[in-house]
């Protein structure tokens, strides 16, 4: 990571855009103020900010903003993705769950009313909220892709998201746990696909056809996949709900884990990681309770950084080369 790369966070009270210098980060200026931010992404100067009420879009690195939300009947979006070989081509996951797809790179946007209807029939639910359900994560390798269902399982797309179906969700061995909170494929395969959810650590080698519980043991949310080693994973853990939080990796992929704490005191009574994200070399760790995290993935060894950032929800790096 250079010092002219700037990290975006989405926050409960608006975007936090950070640069990066001598002195570590700090916050160079703040965007969409009183807006419940809960997922950003970006592509060159593009910047898609999903909130509680809709979708802004900014096309100058956050200089200016506007609403994208005509075509949207849903608007409390809960994570925003880009295909990672097509920047025009977008996804939207919502609660309650439901899929938008953009082939315009967040200009405009188009319900996927297959994932409406599983919502409907099925009776999605979610534990905390009164709505049916939420589309938290999004993985992509090629034409396949997959979604995140909380709580009703797992969607797979073939087609680039045009469609989607949705793959057995019950808590049998062979197949994922309904809860399921992010999604990661590898880049070396698109079968092999990795799930963390409310009943374990799932991975799957045949496309999600079948899943292998690799801890069943675990409550979590967040999990790292090494591009170029298949086999080593980094997982946020916990017993429960934000309880008893911890950082493990596994190098055999999931046979054994290890706990990775240099530079924290664990495990956290009350939290838990929510999110990884890798922005160059470097590993982000957002936790449940808002604070942000960063290790070099040469050596693991953690930080918390910008503390006077709270409430943050996600991250993105901003590479205005691209």
Same mark, same amino acid.
């Given at each position: 990571?250079?010092?002219?790369?700037?990290?975006?966070?989405?926050?409960?009270?608006?975007?936090?855009?950070?640069?990066?210098?001598?002195?570590?980060?700090?916050?160079?200026?703040?965007?969409?103020?009183?807006?419940?931010?809960?997922?950003?992404?970006?592509?060159?100067?593009?910047?898609?900010?999903?909130?509680?009420?809709?979708?802004?879009?900014? %096309?100058?690195? %956050?200089?200016?903003?506007?609403?994208?939300? @005509?075509?949207?009947?849903?608007?409390?979006?809960?994570?925003?993705?880009?295909?990672?070989?097509?920047?025009?081509?977008?996804?939207?996951?919502?609660?309650?769950?439901?899929?938008?797809?953009?082939?315009?790179?967040?200009?405009?946007?188009?319900?996927?009313?297959?994932?409406?209807?599983?919502?409907?029939?099925?009776?999605?639910?979610?534990?905390?909220?009164?709505?049916?359900?939420?589309?938290?994560?999004?993985?992509?390798?090629?034409?396949?892709?997959?979604?995140?269902?909380?709580?009703?399982?797992?969607?797979?797309?073939?087609?680039?998201?045009?469609?989607?179906?949705?793959?057995?969700?019950?808590?049998?061995?062979? @197949?994922?746990?309904?809860?399921?909170?992010?999604?990661?494929?590898?880049?070396?395969?698109?079968?092999?696909?990795?799930?963390?959810?409310?009943?374990?650590?799932?991975?799957?080698?045949?496309?999600?056809?079948?899943?292998?519980?690799?801890?069943?043991?675990?409550?979590?949310?967040?999990?790292?996949?090494?591009?170029?080693?298949?086999?080593?994973?980094?997982? %946020?853990?916990?017993?429960?709900?934000?309880?008893?939080?911890?950082?493990?990796?596994?190098?055999?992929?999931?046979?054994?884990?290890?706990?990775?704490?240099?530079?924290? @005191?664990?495990?956290?009574?009350?939290?838990?990681?929510?999110?990884?994200?890798?922005?160059?070399?470097?590993?982000?760790?957002?936790?449940? @309770? %808002?604070?942000?995290?960063?290790?070099?993935?040469?050596?693991?060894?953690?930080?918390?950084?910008?503390?006077?950032?709270?409430?943050?929800?996600?991250?993105?790096?901003?590479?205005?080369?691209?």
């Amino acid at each position: 990571m250079n010092n002219q790369d700037q990290l975006l966070l989405a926050t409960t009270h608006g975007l936090a855009i950070c640069k990066h210098g001598s002195d570590g980060w700090r916050v160079s200026r703040r965007e969409l103020p009183g807006s419940f931010v809960t997922s950003v992404i970006s592509w060159g100067k593009v910047i898609l900010a999903a909130t509680k009420d809709g979708i802004f879009r900014s %096309g100058d690195a %956050g200089d200016s903003w506007k609403a994208v939300n @005509n075509d949207l009947s849903i608007r409390y979006i809960r994570w925003l993705a880009f295909h990672p070989d097509i920047p025009e081509l977008v996804f939207a996951g919502c609660e309650p769950a439901g899929i938008y797809l953009s082939r315009d790179g967040g200009l405009s946007w188009q319900a996927r009313s297959e994932v409406n209807e599983y919502r409907e029939r099925l009776d999605w639910f979610l534990p905390y909220s009164p709505k049916a359900g939420c589309v938290r994560g999004f993985a992509f390798n090629e034409a396949r892709g997959f979604a995140a269902v909380e709580v009703g399982g797992a969607l797979i797309s073939d087609d680039f998201g045009e469609t989607w179906t949705l793959l057995a969700g019950d808590q049998a061995s062979r @197949n994922v746990h309904p809860d399921v909170h992010s999604i990661a494929i590898h880049p070396t395969s698109e079968d092999l696909v990795a799930a963390p959810t409310g009943g374990g650590f799932y991975l799957s080698r045949d496309g999600g056809r079948t899943w292998v519980n690799h801890y069943p043991d675990c409550y979590c949310r967040a999990v790292w996949w090494n591009p170029s080693d298949p086999g080593h994973l980094i997982l %946020g853990t916990a017993d429960w709900v934000d309880r008893d939080g911890s950082i493990e990796e596994t190098r055999d992929s999931g046979l054994t884990w290890s706990e990775i704490s240099t530079g924290l @005191n664990l495990p956290w009574r009350h939290h838990m990681v929510e999110r990884f994200t890798q922005v160059g070399d470097q590993l982000f760790a957002v936790l449940s @309770n %808002g604070e942000l995290l960063v290790t070099s993935l040469e050596s693991i060894v953690w930080q918390r950084i910008l503390p006077e950032v709270m409430a943050v929800h996600a991250v993105a790096g901003l590479d205005l080369t691209r």
